[in-house]
Structures are given as C-alpha cells and as structure tokens.
Nanobody, 126 residues
Framework: QVQLVESGGGLVQDGGSLRLSCAAL????????MGWFRQVPGKERELVAA????????YYADSVKGRFTISRDNSKNTVYLNMSSLKPEDTAVYYC???????????????????WGQGTQVTVSS
C-alpha cells in the first residue's frame, strides 16, 4: 500500500513557475513508476509526465514538453514536477500516482496506476 500526498499547487501568473511535490508514505516507493496527471471539470484525466523506478526513463505529454520536468528522489520517497512557462491552459487539479510495473517501464495509461493522491489545484492567471 502506498499513500500519496501532493503539495505545491497555487495561483501563478502566465509565464510563471511552480514546483509540485508528492510524498509517498509506505515502503518500496522506489519500486513504483510515478506519474503526474491533471484534470479539468468535464474532461478526462490526462497524463502530464511519468518517470520509471530509477528515474532513468521519462515521458511527457506534447503539451508540456520543454516546460515541465519530472524527477524523483527515492531517498526521500518524493517525486517532483517542475513547471515553468506556465499557461492558463495548464490550470487544473494535478494528481500524482504510483504504478507497480516492471523496472524499465514508464506507464502511460490511466489504468496502470494503482495509487492516487488527493490532488492539488494549479491556477494560471492570464
């Protein structure tokens, strides 16, 4: 069992930056791939970025490539999402999630993630 707690959301102006953190409570955090999703009302939850166990492999949605960076610190049981050049269309509730998959994989499907955080609101004003 893995409990996930996100933090770092808030209100930022167009072009600004934020860093989201997701702390994992429980054992074997280092054996889970981690992802950041986001959701706006009326739309499906979408994967923004994901990272493998070791952090060697990652995935980014096209809409955030070059602006967002996912990283993890297994010694702190924490995964981060650094967001820069934020746009109003990045406004959403952001969720971190954990997926029990083989080591080298970076899961990109919603159903591959077993554990979810409660979400943190990110609002980008124009």
């Amino acid at each position: 069992q893995v409990q996930l707690v996100e933090s770092g959301g808030g209100l930022v102006q167009d072009g600004g930056s934020l860093r989201l953190s997701c702390a994992a409570l429980g054992h074997t955090f280092s054996r889970y791939a981690m992802g950041w999703f986001r959701q706006v009302p009326g739309k499906e939850r979408e994967l923004v970025a994901a990272v493998s166990w070791s952090g060697d492999s990652s995935y980014y949605a096209d809409s955030v490539k070059g602006r967002f960076t996912i990283s993890r610190d297994n010694s702190k049981n924490t995964v981060y999402l650094n967001m820069s050049s934020l746009k109003p269309e990045d406004t959403a509730v952001y969720y971190c999630a954990a997926a029990g998959v083989p080591r080298v994989l970076v899961p990109t499907k919603l159903y591959e993630y077993q554990y979810w955080g409660q979400g943190t609101q990110v609002t980008v004003s124009s």
